[in-house]
């Protein structure tokens, strides 16, 4: 969906990009639980990307995807910086393509959801794998699968009520 | 409220338990390699230590026994490698991002004692 | 339409959850693991409670047994030719004294003199001559060593040597303590003899044993592994201690009757059993006997035996062990 005002997309795509910030600075406030692989995380700033996926398209999408990846960059380094960006291409590739055909197959935001989750861990998994010379996910995979379907439901269920209700504010 | 997102979600879960099924070792392992941006720097045989011993690798300090590795120290940011715990099993690893530094661990035993 | 959804729901939920303890189904129970030395090894216990524990039974028993420390009960005894003897010290007499006659002396436990002639004459790289070996072997013989209630008696010129029982035998005290500590299962190791018991928390089936390839030049150096329940594993081989000499090896077995390492044909001979110490004297009984005689002996202490001949053939013989495929 395109919106005719372009000023008013630059706007909401930085107001979408500082609540991706936020929420994946307060994700990073919770102490990672032992059972997880490193690097499955909530996703909460899935949403934001979700939502703009949903009503913008590709290029805002990105955008927000670099500026959420250059603030780790900045925080955590260029090593961060890089994992973070392939997790959040994967991801945003397959919101968007999977946003345009949503309606035809019959897919809602918590399918992209999951897909985009998975996506985003193995992206991830990618990235730090040619970073350490290393093929990192052998014993990996199946956790990250499954830790991508689960928080994935979780993070569409919540945009799933929250992207209608924001939709018509941006319009 | 969900639609073929059940399809979607039933062929992952399945993906994941072939995956599972045919990775169905989770044993423990024998050697532990210690890789610097992408170069072994140290390889170790866990089931011929006597001892601990503690290698500091670009100013990430690892702690390797006979019943695994773990990181103690390291001067990286977000310390996930020390938050990694300590890992023992084959295919498992940490990773400290920031200072290249990725401690792997592979060669399952699959005996749990040798007779000699 | 509403009610296909739900249940559709939950058994998609079911799934997840099902993969999920799959997952965590792989974890493997947390394991301690203490090292330590006795008997002249490296010792290693490897349990799955949360309980303190330590290698001291096997220490305290090479106190007793050692011929190497000077005031064991052992070594008083080759000292003055007598002395009083703890129960466990008895124990592992009684039950060597029993395989040497069952093995119709091919183990002895009485050739300290022979074991220390042939180390002394390596280091001169000279091989002990006949005679030497024959006038030692006149003070041998296991027929000579008594014992009456707690107290051991020897004939003047023999030297008692535990050494080939010893590593199994303080697996069996390192499991005995163990137990006793409330810990329910373990595996040992005191050099190459393993002891394993209760039930292995990281596979229903039992313990896996590796055996050592005989054949030190391979790069695979597991022969072949084996499963056991409770229960206790010793090798015998040519190839875990030898001397030296002018270029050739000669083994630590001892043939009783000759003084010279033995020749019976065999590389390896491995055996399993329910008591460390006897699977121990056994192993070394099967390696002088050869495999035909072995059979017998195996057979009354209803042990298994895997055996490697000199030219590599495998016998397998014996139950109360499963041989795994590689």
């Known amino acids: 969906m395109r919106i005719k005002d372009s000023a008013k997309t630059v706007a909401v795509g930085g107001i979408l990009s500082a ?24 996703g909460l700033s899935n949403i934001s990307l979700l939502f703009s996926a949903q009503t913008f398209g590709f290029p805002v999408t990105l955008a927000i995807c670099i500026i959420k990846s250059g603030f780790v960059f900045l925080v955590r380094g260029a090593s961060a910086g890089f994992i973070s960006l392939c997790g959040g291409l ?9 946003s345009k055909i949503a309606d035809k197959k019959d897919i809602s935001v918590i399918g992209i959801s999951v897909v985009a989750a998975v996506g985003h861990n193995f992206g991830q998994y990618i ?45 | 409220m969900k639609r073929k997102d059940f399809v979607i979600i039933a062929v992952l879960i399945l993906a994941a338990l072939v995956l599972l099924s045919i990775n169905k070792t989770r044993k423990e392992a024998v050697f532990c390699e210690i890789l610097e941006y992408g170069e072994i720097v140290r390889t170790y045989d866990l089931s011929a230590l006597s001892d601990d011993e503690i290698i500091v690798v670009n100013d990430v300090e690892i702690l390797i026994s006979r019943n695994g590795c773990q990181v103690n120290q390291s001067d990286c940011p977000d310390k996930i490698c020390i938050n990694s715990g300590k890992i023992s099993r084959v295919g498992e690893f940490i990773y400290c991002a920031p200072n290249g530094v990725l401690v792997r661990l592979s060669g399952e035993s699959e005996a749990d004692a040798v007779a000699y | 339409m509403k009610k296909f959804k739900t249940a559709l729901i939950i058994i998609l939920a079911i799934a997840l959850v099902i993969a999920i303890i799959l997952l965590f189904g792989g974890r493997k129970k947390e394991q301690v693991v203490i090292n330590g030395y006795a008997m002249g090894s490296v010792t290693t216990f490897k349990y799955f409670e949360d309980k303190a524990f330590d290698l001291s039974a096997a220490n305290e028993l090479e106190n007793l047994i050692s011929n190497k420390i000077d005031n064991s009960e052992i070594s008083k005894l080759n000292e003055n030719l007598t002395a009083e003897l703890s129960d466990i010290t008895k124990e ?16 002895d436990i009485t050739l300290g003199k022979l074991t220390d002639i042939w180390e002394s004459s390596a280091l001169e790289n000279i091989v002990p001559s006949e005679n030497i070996l024959k006038s030692l072997l006149k003070d041998t013989g296991y027929k000579k060593l008594k014992i009456k209630k707690n107290t051991a008696t020897i004939e003047d010129g023999m030297k008692i040597d535990l050494g080939a029982v010893g590593k199994g035998a303080a697996c069996d005290v ?38 050592r390839n005989p054949d030190m030049e391979i790069d695979d150096q597991t022969l072949m592994n084996i499963l056991i329940k409770d229960g206790f594993v010793s090798t015998s081989g040519n190839y875990e ?33 329910d008591n460390g110490g006897l699977s121990d004297a056994l192993s070394t009984a099967c390696f002088v006997l050869g495999y035909e005689k072995s059979k017998e002996l195996l057979d009354y202490y209803d042990a298994g035996g895997i055996f490697v001949t000199e030219s590599d053939k495998i016998f397998i013989i014996g139950e109360g062990f499963e041989v795994l495929d590689k």
């Open chain 1, 127 to 171: 990235a730090a794998s040619v970073l350490a010379g290393s093929n990192l996910f052998i014993a990996y995979a199946p956790a990250l699968i499954i830790y991508g379907v689960i928080f994935g439901i979780i993070t569409g269920i919540i945009a799933k009520v929250i992207i209608p209700k924001i939709k018509p504010l941006v319009k």
């Open chain 1, 90 to 98: 994967i991801a945003t590739i397959i919101m968007v393509l999977l």
């Open chain 3, 241 to 273: 201690k030898y001397y030296e000499i002018d270029g050739v090896k000669y083994h630590h077995i001892l043939d009783p009757d000759t003084g010279f390492p033995s020749d019976a044909g065999l590389k390896q001979v491995t055996v399993i059993c």
């Open chain 3, 174 to 211: 390192i499991i005995n303590a163990a137990r006793e500590n409330g810990i329910k299962s373990g595996i040992v190791t005191v050099g190459g003899s393993v002891g394993a018991f209760g039930k292995n928390p990281n596979n229903n089936k039992g313990w896996t044993i590796g055996i």
């Open chain 1, 19 to 42: 609540v991706a910030i936020v929420l994946s600075y307060l994700e990073s406030l919770i102490p990672p639980l032992a059972f997880l692989p490193v690097g499955a995380k909530l």
């Open chain 3, 92 to 107: 592992i007499l009684e039950y060597s004294l029993k395989v040497a006659k069952k093995s119709d002396g091919a183990f």
